[in-house]
């Protein structure tokens, strides 16, 4: 782009923005490596969004009543909704849908471990929309004042039907809680299996992330890893006492002191090893991601050929 304003000024002029926490737009001029730290962690988010249809979505076909595949297909629906608005954020960054996708798919851009792990019942389906959703929450909410602009506004839409997510799961398992004792076992052994996967959805520890001050003095990030990992686990232990379930962590208790839940360190060598692409699922999550981009080409070319011929017979 020719401009006859100097960089100096134009960095200063988004040091300003970024400093009053007004959005940066689309058109606006933006440090290079703010721009691709954005495509980073859209495209991230993007990606997590439509593979994390796959774990749930494996369950809409043995759905224990029609009111529950009814509301099951409402919520795998409304992830690929979001994935497509955050794809369009992504866009306005100077990429594409397609690009990003083969990204993903040759493995060089990630998507949330958590959706690397199974779900091995229909239980596993409320303990992600409480748990996972949850998390996904806690996350997301700061994002609706990151700065730029239109990632902050697909996320205000995105948060509000994420709430319905977490309430599904946690209607879901209250329901189960008050049904039979093997129920009731069921729901305790799947909280057991997601409550660590959903401590490391935030992320590494402070000291070992090293784009989170970078994220921060950009306006991108407003909270830290660990300040939300801890928000987190005080908006949860209520909620698991409400239900009657427990963690499965003996070092969660209530510290007066810091007005926190204390609680145990994650795994973060399980979490690595996840993210290299060695947790249970991470394979069959990219192969049928890959499948099924494969397998659709025919449609994006039919698309295309056809709003081709609409644009011709327009102007013919
Ligand atoms: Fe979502
Ligand atoms: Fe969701």
């Not at 043995?62 to 009111?67: D, N, T, V, Y």
């Not at 729901?187 to 520890?205: K, T, Y």
Request: hydrophobic fraction near 40%; proline fraction near 5%; include cysteine.
């Amino acid at each position: 782009m020719s401009s006859a304003v100097a960089e100096p000024q134009l960095e200063a002029e988004f040091e300003a923005i970024v400093g009053h926490k007004d959005r940066i737009e689309p058109r606006d001029w933006m440090p290079e490596a703010y721009r691709k730290t954005l495509i980073r962690q859209v495209a991230q988010h993007a990606h997590s969004e439509i593979i994390g249809m796959q774990p749930e979505g494996n369950w809409i076909g043995r759905a224990p009543s029609l009111r529950r595949k009814a509301i099951l297909l409402a919520k795998v629906q409304d992830e690929a909704g979001h994935g497509l608005y955050l794809y369009s954020a992504a866009e306005t960054l100077g990429t594409s849908r397609n690009e990003l996708t083969e990204l993903l798919i040759a493995g060089k851009q990630k998507y949330s471990s958590i959706f690397n792990y199974p779900t091995l019942s229909y239980t596993d389906v409320g303990t992600i929309g409480w748990l996972v959703d949850g998390a996904a929450i806690c996350n997301q909410v700061p994002l609706c004042r990151t700065s730029f602009g239109p990632y902050g506004r697909a996320m205000i839409r995105i948060c509000k039907e994420e709430s319905f997510h977490q309430r599904q799961g946690f209607e879901l398992l209250m329901t189960m809680m008050r049904g039979t004792q093997e129920q009731r076992d069921m729901v305790q052994e799947s909280v057991n299996r997601f409550w660590w996967p959903a401590l490391m959805m935030f992320g590494p520890p402070d000291d070992a992330s090293p784009n989170t001050e970078q994220s921060m003095a950009w306006g991108i990030k407003t909270h830290t890893n660990d300040e939300l990992r801890q928000k987190f686990v005080d908006m949860s232990v209520p909620q698991a006492e409400a239900l009657g379930v427990t963690f499965p962590d003996p070092e969660l208790k209530w510290n007066a002191e810091r007005g926190h839940y204390d609680f145990g360190t994650p795994d973060w060598d399980e979490f690595w090893d996840v993210v290299k692409g060695n947790g249970p699922c991470n394979a069959q999550r990219l192969a049928h991601r890959k499948r099924a981009w494969d397998e659709g080409a025919w449609v994006r070319e039919a698309a295309l050929a056809f709003a081709a011929k609409e644009s011709k017979e327009n102007h013919a």
